[in-house]
Nanobody
Framework: QVQLVESGGGLVQAGGSLRLSCVVS????????MGWYRQAPGKQRELVAV???????NYVDSVRGRFTVSRDNAKNTVYLQMNSLKPEDAAVYYC?????????WGQGTQVTVSS
């Protein structure tokens, strides 16, 4: 079992920044990759950024160059630094873990971007 708890969402003006955090606990050694997803009202959930066990990262084109995914192994925490936020980035952001035996999700954190 893996438990994920996100934090860091909130209201920000367009052009601003937020940093989301995801604290991971449980069977951490079974995790192969961590991802950040988002879901806006009326839209499908989309993968925003992923970081593999080896540390390689990848991003959806719409956020590449503005968002950075990273992790602090000592704190069992994955981050999503979001810069130059746009109104279209507004969504509920979810942390997810792809682990041996299944996928796990956090509860989500709301990001609102005012224009």
């Amino acid at each position: 079992q893996v438990q994920l708890v996100e934090s860091g969402g909130g209201l920000v003006q367009a052009g601003g920044s937020l940093r989301l955090s995801c604290v991971v606990s449980g069977s951490i050694d079974r995790i192969n990759a961590m991802g950040w997803y988002r879901q806006a009202p009326g839209k499908q959930r989309e993968l925003v950024a992923v970081i593999s066990r080896g540390g390689s990262t990848n991003y959806v084109d719409s956020v590449r160059g503005r968002f950075t995914v990273s992790r602090d192994n000592a704190k069992n925490t994955v981050y999503l630094q979001m810069n130059s936020l746009k109104p279209e980035d507004a969504a509920v952001y979810y942390c997810a873990a792809a682990a041996e035996g299944g996928d796990y999700w956090g509860q989500g954190t709301q990001v609102t971007v005012s224009s």
